[in-house]
């Protein structure tokens, strides 16, 4: 029978946590900001060697769960790493990172794709350099084209840092569990993550909704579509 006592106790515990989820999910997507738009420019405008690594390296990477990735490096790390202080956590760190990058980089490469090149022709007829237009004219589009995706992806990545419980790191959902150690009901404690899970999720997805929309309302002239 579910036990409302243990629900809030399981709930103080997996807030109390909630620091380390919210690191282990926006320092890999502020990393794949960076390196996932590197990458998209670099097989958009076909940097030799390096886009065809990347076109291979990519769609492999995204094609394996993160999840078999992340028991690959931590079982490396524990049998050919000397142990440092947090290293499963930098474990963690660096899977997430490498995933959210193969991510970001194809939804940044499908938002520049979106842009018509007549946008790229006309700028450069105007006497514009190719950093200026991508500056000036191509980003400030590439953006609401992108965000949507993006706005998923974040969601995405505070879901998927669940997986740690398999690390043994107490994140939100082990914070959760925590309690149910000594009673040996769990059910509350798999509420109490789930609720703490799609509280914040609804308010990130709800702020970048309301970002997403007014980039478009700015991006059509102040007209609503």
């Known amino acids: 029978m579910f036990n ?24 890999p997507l502020g990393l794949s900001i960076v390196f996932g738009t590197a990458i998209a420019l670099v097989r958009l405008y076909r ?12 769609p492999f990477y995204n094609g394996i769960p993160v999840i078999v990735t992340l028991l690959i490096y931590h079982l490396v790390y524990l ?10 956590m930098a ?30 022709e006309s700028a450069y007829a105007c006497g514009l350099s190719g950093w200026q237009t991508l500056r000036r004219i191509v980003i400030p589009q590439v953006i609401p084209v992108a965000l949507p995706g993006f706005t998923n992806g974040v969601a995405g990545a505070l879901k998927n840092t669940s ?56 991006r059509n002239g102040g007209k609503k579509k």
């Not at 515990?13 to 380390?20: A, D, E, K, N, R």
């Not at 997986?163 to 009901?185: H, Q």
């Open 4 to 27: 409302l006592e243990y629900f809030w106790d399981s709930l103080r515990y997996g807030i109390t946590y909630f620091p380390v989820t919210l690191q282990l999910a926006f320092v």
């Open 47 to 58: 940097v030799p060697v390096l886009a065809k690594i990347f076109d291979l390296l990519v």
């Open 79 to 88: 049998t050919m790493m000397k142990p440092i202080p947090n290293g499963t």
């Open 91 to 120: 474990v963690a760190l660096f899977t997430f990172s490498l995933e959210r990058i193969c991510i970001t980089t194809e939804t940044v490469r499908g938002a520049f794709q979106a842009i018509p090149r007549g946008q790229y």
């Open 163 to 218: 997986i740690v419980i398999t690390l043994g790191i107490n994140d939100v959902l082990n914070g959760a569990l925590i309690p149910g150690n000594e009673t040996y009901s769990f059910l509350e404690g798999y509420v109490a993550a789930a609720v703490i899970y799609w509280v914040f999720c609804s308010l990130l997805e709800f702020m970048l909704h309301k970002v997403e929309r007014a980039l478009t309302k700015n």
